[in-house]
């Protein structure tokens, strides 16, 4: 399930973002996504059917009492209705793989196979009640970018004969960019999924579950740096010494399996390992508890604006790499003799200084539970973050620093480009649309069943932000 899942998503966002589509190597590794996708499928069906009977307990039947009652699971239970979408949209993927062709199309195509993984991060641990939204965050970052780092390696080894000496050292290098991304995602994610479930150094220490969070943090950063350093080595010698050494390129990949291997193995352990917090409710849980699934937090008072704090690792991650980015452009910008004002600089740190406090600090932490909260946390991201991020200009930084392709692929400055000169984005600029449709998004979440679902679920919360 995970390599059909994995290799889906490393041959589409090759294709999106490394590969020349003019190249025999964007076909390949599209045919490489239809094959997960399609295995892809297949294991999430298997897996559909086994789950239902492990929860219903009856033994499997050709009878209409069995088919009705498997009906009823995949239609009307949650648990049923999570790997009904499981299943559905990798066959749809399967299906959209072999028939579209289009770059821009293939975007969508990755979105939708990136969303099948979403039922995943709602079930297991992260299904507890115990820091349910922190949980939801940590898992499908894991899982995303797991898939990234693991599809990616795969999609190279089939890659790996189609490409020249020269061109398979700069799509290694595209890829390492990736997986240095990915790694820091997934080891971030990992380590505040883990903390959530132990609750304790102690019980980090002297449980089984806690003993295997360490010792999967402790691989993962390991073996990762080794990932890295062996890495860059076989590049470097791979450019020097071109088609004379391919086995240096099998050494990196026997390398990185090893570290994808070891670590997958530990978390397939965790999935199975009882957490040191139960993932139940207590029987004298308040009504608030069991409407929320969490303790209230304290009574709100003006110092509590500043000392209550509810960590959403999603909004810690871009903040942080929306600023190291905006950072290492200007850096670039200048250290090859250009300006840049200080002023936009200032503003879009702090704009993300803002938006990391209102997505981390007291309105995250009060906005479940008082509605004035909920306000302050809405205006705030609708009305000052981006007066502060629009006049900052990441969009010209990023098309003054980004390398331009030459090859034919579409790296981020061309799908940047593409975006900005598109009609659609023409279109909802026009200050009369956009007001328009600020006016009209109030209206429309404010006096439908929107707002119920952003107050109740992590992911209509999460959905709201964006």
């Known amino acids: 399930f995970y390599a059909g899942a994995a290799t889906t998503i490393g041959g589409l966002l090759f294709a999106v973002l490394l590969l020349a589509k003019p190249k025999p190597e964007f076909n390949v590794a599209l045919d490489v996504a239809a094959g997960g996708a399609a295995v892809w499928t297949v294991a999430a069906a298997v897996t559909t059917y086994l789950t239902f009977l ?7 039947s050709l009878g209409p009492e069995f088919g009705q009652v498997f009906g009823n699971y995949l239609l009307n239970l949650e648990l049923g209705q999570a790997w009904t979408y499981a299943t559905l949209v ?13 770059h821009t199309a293939l975007v969508f195509v990755l979105l939708l196979a990136g969303t099948g993984l ?12 115990a820091g349910h939204g922190q949980a939801v965050s940590s898992l499908g970052l894991h899982l995303v970018f797991a898939s990234v780092w693991v599809g990616g390696l795969i999609v190279l080894v089939f890659l790996q004969r189609t490409l020249s000496s020269d061109r398979l050292v700069v799509i290694l290098r595209r890829y390492s960019t990736l997986a240095l991304v990915s790694f820091v995602v997934v080891g971030a994610s990992g380590a505040i999924n883990g903390s959530v479930r132990v609750g304790s150094i102690e019980a980090l220490l002297t449980t089984p579950y806690g003993v295997l969070v360490v010792t999967k943090v402790v691989a993962l950063v390991g073996l990762g740096a080794f990932g890295a350093v062996n890495r860059r080595w076989v590049i470097d010698r791979l450019e020097r010494r071109g088609a004379t050494a391919p086995h240096l390129f099998w050494w990196l990949a026997v390398a990185e399996l090893a570290v994808m291997g070891i670590a997958t193995g530990v978390g397939a352990g965790l999935a199975r390992t009882q957490t ?13 508890m069991r409407l929320t699934g969490e303790p209230m937090p304290p009574e709100l008072e003006f110092s509590r604006y500043f000392t209550e704090w509810k960590f959403d690792i999603l909004w810690i991650l871009i903040p942080a790499f929306l600023a190291f980015f905006y950072l290492a452009g200007v850096w670039r910008l200048r250290h090859r003799g250009d300006k840049w004002p200080v002023y936009r ?3 879009w740190l702090t704009g993300l ?20 909260a909920h306000m302050i946390a809405h205006m705030t991201l609708a009305m000052a973050v981006p007066i502060m991020l629009a006049p900052a200009a990441p969009i010209t930084l990023a098309l003054r620093t980004i390398h331009k392709r030459e090859d034919g692929s579409r ?18 600029a026009n200050p009369v649309v956009a ?10 979440f404010y006096f439908t069943p929107v707002f119920r679902w952003a107050a109740e679920d992590h992911i209509g919360h999460t959905l709201m932000i964006v």
């Open 54 to 60: 492990s929860v219903s307990l009856l033994p499997p």
């Open 90 to 102: 990798p066959a749809i993927v399967t299906i959209l793989v072999f028939g579209v062709r289009n």
């Open 118 to 129: 979403v039922p995943l991060a709602l079930q297991g641990h992260a299904a507890g009640t």
């Open 276 to 288: 040191p917090i139960p993932q139940v409710l207590p029987p004298e849980a308040t009504p608030a």
């Open 345 to 347: 600089t200032i503003l």
């Open 353 to 372: 200084a803002v938006l990391f406090y209102v997505t981390n600090g007291a309105p995250n932490v009060y906005e479940r539970y008082l509605f004035s």
């Open 411 to 428: 790296g981020m400055r061309e799908w940047i480009l593409l975006f900005v000169h598109s009609r659609v984005a023409g279109i909802y």
């Open 435 to 444: 007001a328009a449709i600020f006016a009209g998004s109030l209206w429309a």
